[in-house]
Structure formats: C-alpha cells, structure tokens
C-alpha cells in the first residue's frame, strides 16, 4: 500500500493527511513549535518599523519524510456502469412500461415492441425443426412400404415414358417419310405448271403475230379506228347535208307545181311555161340528189365496215397483248410457287432434322431418367451411408440453432432489464416505431470519448462512482492506470474521497484552442450521497519519495548531480553540491550531499512594515515534504517540513 492510500484510509476524519500527522513524533512537534515561536519574534522585531527593510536570513532544516509531486483537474462524476439498452430489432413500441428515475429489479420488464413476425419465424423454426427431425429419421429407418410402392409406380412411369419416346420416334420418322413426299408431289405440279403456261404463252404469242399483220400493235389498230370514225363522221355529215338539199328542192318542186296548176287554171300560156321549166328543173335536180344520197349510203356503208374491221383488230390485239402479259404473270408465278417449294423443302429438311434429333433425345432422356429412377430408388432402399447420416445431423443441428435464435429473437420482443439499477432516460413513445442493434455498455469511460446515449432506456448502477477529468497534455503524459489519487466534490466540501486512475484516453480532446486528455478515475469507496453530474476536484499523485531527506525546493539550484544548496554552519554560509532527486510541490528529494538535520538558506525575500509582502503564508499553501501545510514564504524553514 502507497504512501497516499496510507493517507486516505477509510478512518479518515476529513483532515488532509491524518495517517502522516500520526506518525509525527514529539521531538519534531517541539522542533516545529521552537521555530514558528522563533519566525514571530522575528517577525513583530522587523514589523516595529513602517519601511521596508532587508530580510534577515532565512533558512530550513533538512529533514526526512515523504516528497509527493501531484496535478490536478476539474471532472464529472458519473456512474460507473451505465447501459444503453435497444430492443435487438427494430418494429413498432406496443408499451413503455417504466419512467425516468424509477429504480427496476433485474429482469423486470422495460418495453414491448410487435412480435407478430418474431411469431411467424419462431414457428416456421419449429416446422423446420420438425422436418429436419423426421427427415433424419427417415434417413435411420430407411424407406417404408407405402415409400416403395411409390417407387414402383415411379419405375413404372420412367418405363413408360421410354416407351412413349420410342413411339414418338417412330411417328417423327413416319411424318418426315409423309413431309418428303409431299414436297416432291408440290415441287413436281409447279415444274407442270411452268411448262403449261410456257405453252400457253408461246399460243398467245403467235396469234399475236398473226393479229398484227394488219396493224403492228394495238395502238395502230387504235389509231386506225379513230380515223376510221372520223371518216364516218365526215360521210354521214355530207349524207345529211344532201337529205337537206332534197328536202328543199321537194319544197321548191311542191311550190313550183303549185304555181304551174294556178298558171293553167288562169291559162297562162307564159306561167305555164316558166313553171313547167321550173317543175321539170326540181325533178332533173331531184333525180341527181337521189344518185348522190345512194352514193353517200354506201360511202357510210363502207365507212362502217372498215370501222368494224378495224376495231375486231383492235379488240384482237388488245386481247392479245392481256394474254400474253397474263401469262407473264402466270410464268412469275410459276416461278415463284417453285422457289417457294424448295424453300419449304428445306424448311421441311430443317424441321423434320430438327424433330428427328428431338425424339432421340426424348428417347435418350427417358432412358436416362429410368436409369437415374433406378439408381435413386436403389440409393434410398440401401442402408444410410456416414455422409447421409452427417448430413442429416448437420440439417438438425442447423434446424435447432434457427430455433434457439427465433425463440431469442421472439423473447428479445419485450425488453429486461439485466441488472438492478435506476433509469435515466427514456426514448420512444408508444406507437413510434423503434430502431434495433442491442444494449451496449456505457458509464465513464466510454462518455469520456464519445457523446450521448442513443438507447431506448438508459440504465445506471450508482455502485462505484467515477470521474472523468480533463488534463493538460503536459500533465496528461504523467498519468498512468492504477495511480491514486483523491477526489473532493463541491457539494461535499469536508469529504476527501480516495480513488486510482483506471485510463487516460489517447485522442485529445479541443475547446477554445485549449487541449486536454480526459482520464477516468474509479472512487475506492462508496458514498451514498454522490449523484452522476457532480463536480469534482481530482489530484493524482504522479511522484512519491518515501523516507528521503527533503529540502524545500526554492533551496535547491540546479538538479540531479548538478545541484548546489547554500548551508549555514556556526553562522557562515556554504555551497555544497548535492544530488537532486523527485521535485515535488513544494519540496525536492536529496539523494546525497547533506545530512538530517542540517540547515539550507533559503532565498531572501523583502519584508514590508504592513506585513502585505512576505511574514507567515506569503504565497501559495502547498504541501511539505512531511505532508503538513505550511506557508511559501515566512521565517523559520516553515517550509522544510518535518520528518519522522
């Protein structure tokens, strides 16, 4: 046990150091009283004036005692064992069954979310399991007589579909026997058909020619038909022009008579004579105009036969030249009905290849699915081998771990709490749907590093308080796991709680440019009335000397071998060299070079008539290397501290 859990044992009456007062002995509280008596006489001698005045030597006994070297920091006390407690998955919150600040029992219920699909997967496990469970003693018991006659009826099936290949193999090569002749008789009817329309053509060809030796063409014929026409046209126009002339000249000779019948009932010799002239003039002109108009019937006559003629050629000719293109046509056709024949002959070439190889594989597949029927029928009669046995273990055993994770998975629907302690938070109300991801692990150490808890309750167990404290990185190095320390709290000024260093973080921590370590220090002992978010003060040992000689530090110039000190012997000052050891608050190891009991001038300090500079407790109280306070400054080597 170390010099400062000696200090703050749990006898403790509130004072600082009470294990180290104790072991003072009375030679040194004599030697302690003899110099503070000493520093105020000096002091009320020098303080008679009201000018400052120089200070008379000042000087300290080296003693031997314990020399503590300490930093301290500001923290937080939190608990030691917070956890941050989720429902494994997520679903909807169905109830929220505690409140902030209640304090639960282990395994008492926190929450419940849905658990209809927990449910369902547990009992699919459970099926699951079940099969596995029968399939592996199928696998022990080997087949049953209801399995074998089912197996008989499956042999019988594979033979049948061999059976139903080969005849289906035979009807292919009977269809493709049937496609080839088909295509044969096709081929041969286009080929006929070919050689009869090339027949036909060369007919419609020559009568063709023989229409033509007339005209050359129809378009002659229709030529020679439009003239034709308009030559009857032309007659039948004269024809009507010369009818019109023998209705006049009938008209005149009606006229005419009429006035020679008037000149021979008035006896007009000279009447009778002009229209007897003029009667027989209409009939001479009469009898000529009958001559023309049987001229111009025949002329028509003529016209209309030629007409006639002309267009038989025309029509003839336009026959013709139909016929011919119609047995063009009919040759293309030809042409096309045979190409089209051996492209279907050697699609049908294609398909029946392609329906033959089918049925052999047909054929093929059914005598490989009757040996494989065979095999596997011969596999499941035959004794269970290692592997099967393996296996079916294998599948149990697989069956029962998705088991036990369903009936988790299905228990994990209402939250416990697994272990006693007080909520100090809930998150999620009822109906809200909740994330998953489990409880995790909280308390000092973890918030030392990250931030604030994320569960849907947080739990804290307030046995074994701790601090997280922020060190400046000059002090951080100097702590180690497992150093003591003491913590004080302000709303527990007169309680000095013992505690040890349980980690110093290893990323920094920055505010306002000022950087610090946060360490985590467990408190030794507990006390009822500490709460989580205190504030606490934290010292930590970080140097011990246990029975050296010590001299104040202001004393030693230098360090380690090459330090000095000034000692005053028989009133004369000399410089002696010494070796330095641990450079605690206030006072520094001597490791060698002096002796107990020899007095070290301390440097001297100006003492003003007011007492504001210098006198007892001028400066900083820190403590001695005996571990008692004492002043920085003053008379006497207050500040020398007492030893054992």
């Given at each position: 046990?170390?010099?400062?859990?000696?200090?703050?044992?749990?006898?403790?009456?509130?004072r600082?150091?009470?294990?180290?007062?104790?072991?003072?002995g009375?030679?040194?509280?004599?030697?302690?009283?003899?110099?503070?008596?000493?520093?105020?006489?000096?002091?009320?001698?020098?303080?008679?004036?009201?000018?400052?005045?120089?200070?008379?030597?000042?000087?300290a006994?080296?003693?031997?005692?314990?020399?503590?070297?300490?930093?301290?920091?500001?923290?937080?006390?939190?608990?030691?064992?917070?956890?941050?407690?989720?429902?494994?998955?997520?679903?909807?919150?169905?109830?929220?069954?505690?409140?902030?600040?209640?304090k639960?029992?282990?395994?008492?219920?926190?929450?419940?979310?849905?658990?209809?699909?927990?449910?369902?997967?547990?009992?699919?496990?459970?099926?699951?399991?079940?099969?596995?469970?029968?399939?592996?003693?199928?696998?022990?018991?080997?087949?049953?007589?209801?399995?074998?006659?089912?197996?008989?009826?499956?042999?019988?099936?594979?033979?049948?579909?061999?059976?139903?290949?080969?005849?289906?193999?035979?009807?292919?090569?009977?269809?493709?026997?049937?496609?080839?002749?088909?295509?044969?008789?096709?081929?041969?009817?286009?080929?006929?058909?070919?050689?009869?329309?090339?027949?036909?053509?060369?007919?419609?060809?020559?009568?063709?020619?023989?229409?033509?030796?007339?005209?050359?063409?129809?378009?002659?014929?229709?030529?020679?038909?439009?003239?034709?026409?308009?030559?009857?046209?032309?007659d039948?126009?004269?024809?009507?022009?010369?009818?019109?002339?023998?209705?006049?000249?009938?008209?005149?000779?009606?006229?005419?008579?009429?006035?020679?019948?008037?000149?021979?009932?008035?006896?007009?010799?000279?009447?009778?004579?002009q229209?007897?002239?003029?009667?027989?003039?209409?009939?001479?002109?009469?009898?000529?105009?009958?001559?023309?108009?049987?001229?111009?019937?025949?002329?028509?006559?003529?016209?209309?036969?030629?007409?006639?003629?002309?267009?038989?050629?025309?029509?003839?000719?336009?026959?013709?030249?139909?016929?011919?293109?119609?047995?063009?046509?009919?040759?293309?056709?030809?042409?096309?009905?045979?190409?089209?024949?051996?492209?279907?002959?050697?699609?049908?070439?294609?398909?029946?290849?392609?329906?033959?190889?089918?049925?052999?594989?047909?054929?093929?597949?059914?005598?490989?699915?009757?040996?494989?029927?065979?095999?596997?029928?011969?596999?499941?009669?035959?004794?269970?081998?290692?592997?099967?046995?393996?296996?079916g273990?294998?599948?149990?055993?697989?069956?029962?771990?998705?088991?036990?994770?369903?009936?988790?998975?299905?228990?994990?629907?209402?939250?416990?709490?697994?272990?006693?302690?007080v909520?100090?938070?809930?998150s999620?109300?009822?109906?809200?749907?909740?994330?998953?991801?489990?409880?995790?692990?909280?308390?000092?150490?973890?918030?030392?590093?990250?931030?604030?808890?994320?569960?849907?309750?947080?739990?804290t167990?307030?046995?074994?308080?701790?601090?997280?404290?922020?060190?400046?990185?000059?002090?951080?190095?100097?702590?180690?796991?497992?150093?003591?320390?003491?913590?004080t709290?302000?709303?527990?000024?007169?309680?000095?709680?013992p505690?040890h260093?349980?980690?110093?973080?290893?990323?920094?921590?920055?505010?306002?440019?000022?950087?610090?370590?946060?360490?985590?220090?467990?408190?030794?002992?507990?006390?009822?009335?500490?709460?989580?978010?205190?504030?606490?003060?934290?010292?930590?040992?970080?140097?011990?000397?246990?029975?050296?000689?010590?001299?104040?530090?202001?004393?030693?110039?230098?360090?380690?071998?090459?330090?000095?000190?000034?000692?005053?012997?028989?009133?004369?000052?000399?410089?002696?060299?010494v070796?330095?050891?641990l450079?605690?608050?206030?006072?520094?190891?001597?490791?060698?070079?002096?002796?107990?009991?020899?007095?070290?001038?301390?440097?001297?300090?100006?003492?003003?008539?007011?007492?504001?500079?210098?006198?007892?407790?001028?400066?900083?109280?820190?403590?001695?290397?005996?571990?008692?306070?004492r002043?920085g400054?003053?008379?006497?080597?207050i500040?020398?501290?007492?030893?054992?």
């Amino acid at each position: 046990m170390n010099a400062i859990t000696d200090r703050l044992s749990s006898g403790s009456t509130g004072r600082r150091w009470p294990g180290l007062l104790a072991r003072v002995g009375v030679v040194n509280g004599l030697l302690a009283a003899l110099l503070v008596g000493a520093g105020v006489v000096a002091y009320l001698t020098v303080a008679g004036g009201g000018t400052t005045t120089a200070g008379a030597v000042r000087t300290a006994t080296v003693a031997r005692g314990v020399v503590l070297s300490t930093i301290s920091a500001t923290g937080t006390l939190q608990a030691a064992t917070q956890l941050e407690l989720n429902f494994a998955s997520s679903g909807q919150l169905l109830a929220v069954t505690v409140t902030p600040g209640e304090k639960v029992k282990k395994g008492q219920v926190l929450g419940r979310i849905d658990s209809t699909s927990a449910r369902q997967a547990l009992r699919q496990a459970e099926a699951s399991f079940k099969t596995a469970t029968a399939n592996f003693q199928s696998t022990l018991t080997g087949e049953t007589a209801p399995q074998r006659a089912q197996d008989a009826v499956s042999v019988a099936q594979a033979r049948q579909s061999v059976t139903n290949a080969k005849i289906s193999l035979a009807s292919t090569k009977k269809s493709i026997a049937l496609d080839k002749l088909t295509i044969a008789a096709s081929m041969s009817q286009a080929q006929k058909q070919l050689e009869a329309d090339q027949g036909q053509l060369q007919v419609d060809l020559a009568k063709q020619k023989a229409d033509s030796a007339t005209y050359a063409n129809a378009d002659a014929a229709a030529t020679a038909v439009a003239a034709d026409k308009a030559k009857l046209a032309a007659d039948q126009a004269k024809q009507q022009a010369d009818q019109q002339s023998q209705l006049i000249w009938q008209q005149q000779q009606t006229s005419d008579q009429a006035s020679l019948k008037t000149a021979q009932n008035n006896s007009d010799t000279a009447g009778i004579a002009q229209y007897t002239n003029a009667t027989n003039y209409d009939q001479g002109t009469l009898n000529a105009l009958s001559k023309v108009l049987q001229a111009d019937g025949f002329t028509i006559t003529q016209d209309q036969s030629q007409l006639s003629a002309d267009q038989a050629v025309q029509s003839a000719l336009t026959s013709d030249a139909a016929a011919i293109k119609g047995d063009e046509q009919k040759l293309s056709q030809d042409h096309t009905s045979i190409a089209s024949a051996k492209n279907s002959r050697i699609a049908s070439q294609l398909k029946d290849a392609q329906s033959l190889t089918s049925a052999h594989q047909q054929l093929a597949s059914a005598r490989l699915g009757l040996r494989s029927t065979l095999a596997s029928i011969a596999m499941k009669q035959a004794p269970p081998t290692p592997s099967a046995l393996a296996a079916g273990q294998a599948s149990v055993l697989q069956a029962q771990i998705s088991l036990a994770n369903a009936r988790k998975a299905f228990a994990e629907t209402t939250l416990r709490a697994p272990i006693a302690g007080v909520v100090s938070a809930v998150s999620g109300t009822v109906g809200s749907q909740v994330s998953g991801g489990g409880s995790t692990a909280g308390g000092a150490a973890a918030s030392s590093s990250s931030g604030s808890s994320s569960g849907f309750v947080t739990l804290t167990n307030l046995k074994g308080m701790q601090v997280v404290g922020g060190f400046a990185e000059t002090d951080a190095i100097k702590i180690k796991a497992g150093q003591a320390a003491t913590v004080t709290v302000d709303a527990l000024p007169s309680e000095q709680l013992p505690a040890h260093v349980l980690s110093i973080a290893g990323a920094a921590t920055s505010s306002s440019g000022v950087v610090t370590y946060n360490a985590v220090f467990a408190l030794d002992r507990n006390e009822p009335k500490l709460k989580p978010g205190m504030t606490a003060n934290v010292e930590v040992v970080v140097g011990e000397a246990d029975n050296v000689l010590h001299v104040p530090t202001a004393a030693v110039r230098g360090s380690g071998s090459n330090a000095t000190v000034s000692v005053l012997a028989n009133g004369k000052q000399s410089s002696v060299a010494v070796v330095a050891g641990l450079q605690g608050d206030s006072s520094t190891a001597i490791l060698g070079g002096l002796k107990a009991g020899q007095e070290v001038v301390l440097p001297s300090v100006a003492i003003s008539s007011s007492g504001t500079s210098g006198g007892f407790g001028a400066g900083t109280t820190t403590t001695g290397g005996a571990g008692v306070p004492r002043g920085g400054g003053g008379f006497g080597g207050i500040g020398g501290g007492f030893g054992p």
